[in-house]
């Protein structure tokens, strides 16, 4: 029903610009449209594809953390069993020599006795052992699993390391800009590098201006010397309802999309990033960071974002052993 709807739309449409302007300049607006929901309806495809991609990857590395809690607690369990087995084999070896005491003593005594003495010897003995045994397995479990977890500490050291490495390179990148302009915050383990609309864009338009192609350049500087973060361009705009159409760009989930195709296009083709690693994305007024209650905070709702993720991959094969 939707698709019959935006067919009729597009046919009023054609046949309005049809009725008021020359031949060739409507087919040049209907090509710009064109290439505009063309680009629109693959963003989205790609955003979808991605961002079960990354739930995917979040759920993930919960799983990462809560593995790693617990191989400690089970490791505390193991160094427990451990310390309480020494235990009853020092209680075994006291029970043994005062056993050998006995059987000592009851030497003159009848067979009978010395038999289940001995039996009882012999039993102590075979449960020693066994202990032993046990005391063994346990050490060798235990100095596997101190193993995995200090690979993963080690792991997720050096991912934080790098993420603070990265942070400040970014901040001394960005000095020349007001706090108001630009932001960079690190969170969850990720980067965010916030820029707000006035500086990348004039008001209901997806073409960047050029201090906001300088920041970019800036940013792509930094992030063309690491390739272990994914990258992810995210757009967002207030809750002002958009009334400028433009081409394909109907409301603020289809500005915010194209801000985020251009701002991605910026860094890909003019500031030569691994378009493998960058996603665009859009979610229009649906994830503010204040309510939309004042100018103020509208306006820091009105922002795009660049989040930058961590590879998880060698926790990934440290756990698939």
Not at 58 to 86: F, G, H, M, V, Y
Not at 165 to 173: F, G, P, S, T, V
């Amino acid at each position: 029903m939707k698709a019959i709807i935006k067919i009729v739309s597009y046919l009023s449409l054609c046949l309005f610009f049809a009725s008021c302007v020359s031949t060739k300049k409507f087919n040049e607006q209907k090509s710009l449209a064109d290439k505009y929901l063309a680009e629109s309806t693959d963003c989205n495809e790609k955003l979808n594809a991605k961002k079960s991609e990354l739930e995917m990857v979040n759920a993930q590395l919960e799983k990462l953390t809560n593995d790693n809690s617990t191989l400690s607690n089970e490791r505390d369990q193991l160094l427990t069993l451990k310390n309480k087995l020494n235990n009853d084999i020092i209680a075994l070896n006291e029970q043994i020599e005062k056993l050998g005491l006995q059987n000592k003593i009851l030497l003159a005594q009848s067979s009978e006795d010395r038999e289940k003495l001995n039996a009882s010897l012999l039993q102590k003995t075979a449960d020693l052992i066994r202990k032993e045994d046990q005391v063994n397995l346990l050490s060798k479990d235990l100095k596997e699993r101190e193993d995995r977890i200090r690979n993963l500490e080690s792991i997720l050291n050096k991912q934080d390391s790098a993420t603070n490495y990265l942070k400040n390179k970014l901040l001394e990148a960005l000095t020349g800009f007001n706090s108001n302009e630009l932001s960079v915050i690190q969170k969850d383990g990720k980067i965010y590098v916030s820029m707000s609309d006035k500086l990348l864009f004039k008001s209901g338009s997806y073409e960047i201006d050029t201090k906001g192609k300088e920041a970019l350049a800036k940013v792509a500087g930094v992030l063309k010397k690491q390739n272990t973060f994914n990258i992810v361009v995210e757009g967002h705009t207030d809750n002002d309802a958009f009334i400028s159409p433009i081409g394909s760009v109907k409301d603020n989930w289809d500005l915010s999309v194209m801000r985020a195709t251009t701002i991605t296009k910026i860094l890909v083709d003019e500031n030569k990033l691994d378009a493998r690693k960058v996603i665009a994305s859009g979610h229009g007024q649906y994830n503010p960071v204040v309510k939309n209650d004042s100018p103020e905070n509208k306006a820091r709702n009105r922002r795009t974002e660049i989040i930058l993720s961590p590879d998880l991959n060698d926790l990934y094969k440290i756990l698939s052993k």
